[in-house]
């Protein structure tokens, strides 16, 4: 489309003089469907998931605080307890964004959520390992209570590393996504910066 | 040699397919108002082309992730705006009787060259008297964003055809520019 074709379709698009209540009505309309707010129903669910990391920052928080004597495992368990509560912390922060706002975007949210989620899986199995198992273990490697805490902390640990691949995938796809957005975006600049130029000669 | 529009249009259907909803407020911003007025011209009611516009919306946010060209996004739009007021319209009439073609001559060439329309204000006046087949097809044609061969894509019909409508869609907004006059 040339200039002065285009400058004819402005000018018989401007002919069309809208009723300003209906064209309001309208927007409104577009408005809330582009924002898709959550109703109360799924902002109070959401109140509730933040609340459960907030129950789940406590044990991991009392474990990172406190002083072991003699049972200290030392520098793995801190590292562990102290993530564990930086991302239970993490998921309640987002959990109660979603719920004050009721704004969700399932395509980005839905991915922070989920990284989030294995995280705390993670460092929750890492602390079952550390509190439970590991304990009992040293002490009775033989006994079948250990056999059993390891056995279950490692099919744990094959499911949430299973769960966190397939993330990693999916984070690889957007991470394409992204790639050809920008290619496209350098693409169109250029574009944009040769008729420029075009112009200017 | 690459077109920029192409590329807009590749890079505005990405970003919405990744639920941006900058590039879908864009998106609705860009096109809201020549939509508006392709709708309006088949719907004779205010309030209801603002209505089918909106349901327009609604299809084109649901399904954009399933368009396979975002270079034909402008095709893709007008279509979706002309069937969802077809499906409007059809709720009292069938398409038939809605879009009553005579399809008898095929192919009568170009036919800019004996005919001049460059006032808009006369064509807007003139799309309002003519008949709904022939303000489809030209208000597609006037608002300038798609090829003969685009235009032919949304009404389903053959080039040829497009051409022998646009002739007698002029000819008829002639004529009752002309009796106005």
Redesign the interface.
Known sequence: ?NKS??A??E??????K??PT??E??EK??QT???KKLNHFWRAGFAVLGMLGLLAAIPFFNLASSRMGQNDLGLFVRIVTVSGTIFSLAWMILMGWIAATGKL????QLANMAAIGIAIGFFFMAYFVFIFVLPVAIIEPTDYRSICGIQLALIGFFFVTTIALCLIISALY?VG??T??KL??I??RI??LA?KMENQQ | M?D??A??Y??LV??C???Q?EA??EL?TSW???L??YI?RLVDD??DA?II??ET??KV?QNIKKLREPRKLPVWLYSIARNTAISHLRKSYSEKAIFKYDENISNVGDCDSNLSF?N??Q???GLGLISLQHRDVLTLF????LSLEEIAQILHVPVGTVKSRLYYAKQALKDVLKKEA
């Open positions: 489309m074709e285009k004819f379709s000018k018989l698009i401007e002919m069309e809208p009723n209906c064209k009505k309208y309309e577009v469907m582009l924002e975007n399932l395509r980005n957007r996504f992204r050809q957005e496209l975006e693409e169109y574009l944009e008729e | 690459v920029k529009q590329i807009y590749e890079l990405l970003r397919c990744r639920g909803k879908l407020e609705v809201e108002r020549r508006f007025y309006h205010e309030q603002w516009l909106q919306w609604v946010l460059d808009a204000e064509i807007h006046y006037f608002l300038r964003d």
